[in-house]
């Protein structure tokens, strides 16, 4: 199945999720993040959810995070040149949705890509080598492409692998993990 037709599929699957669903399913996913070994770590990205999207709630991963007193960093996007700034988390950050209802900091105190050591990635569909679909417009490629070689990539999934090997390009960026309600993939 070609990359558009996966996107449209998993757009509207995840739009037949009811809230309650989205909500049971993303505690659930935290819970299976537990039981990884990531959490020696200290510079964590996490995106925000957008929640028009039905993408999974990363609340509780960021509490999980607080909880554990990590460093907590989010993104700002640039739709211009499709890169991501970004930004510590922290108690007084501001946070404003952007056109596109992506949740993100006004501004604060700027990380390099280098420094990020876990990133929770959204994703919309993958496979079982590792590879995934976004959105489509490269975001995350660019930044991961900017991240250290052991920088641990963990793509987050309401649904299991498509069954079917997902086309890549030279710019696609495979996951470490990805973690399903059920499962935990390893790549």
Known sequence: MSKPLLRKKYKELRQQL????????????ANKLLTLDIW???FYHIF??????????????????????????ISKSNFEDYSMTHYLLMDNTKIK???????????GIEIPSSQLEVIFI??????????????????????LAQCKPETI??????????????????EDIRL???VTPNRVFQF
Do not use: M, W
């Not at 949705?97 to 501004?107: L, S």
């Open 97 to 107: 949705k952007n056109t596109y209802n992506i949740p993100e900091p006004i501004d």
């Open 176 to 178: 470490d993990y990805c």
């Open 153 to 170: 990539k963990i793509g987050l999934s309401f649904f299991e692998a498509e069954a079917e090997t997902i086309e890549a390009s030279e």
């Open 40 to 42: 020696d770590k200290t």
């Open 18 to 29: 009811s809230l309650t669903e989205v909500d049971d399913f993303s505690l659930a996913i």
């Open 48 to 73: 925000l959810t957008i929640e028009e999207q039905k993408e999974i709630n990363t609340d509780y991963i960021l509490n999980i995070l607080s909880g554990k007193d990590k460093n907590i960093v």
């Open 122 to 143: 959204p994703l919309l569909a993958f496979d079982n080598t590792g590879h995934r679909i976004g959105y489509g417009k490269g975001f995350y490629d660019r930044f």
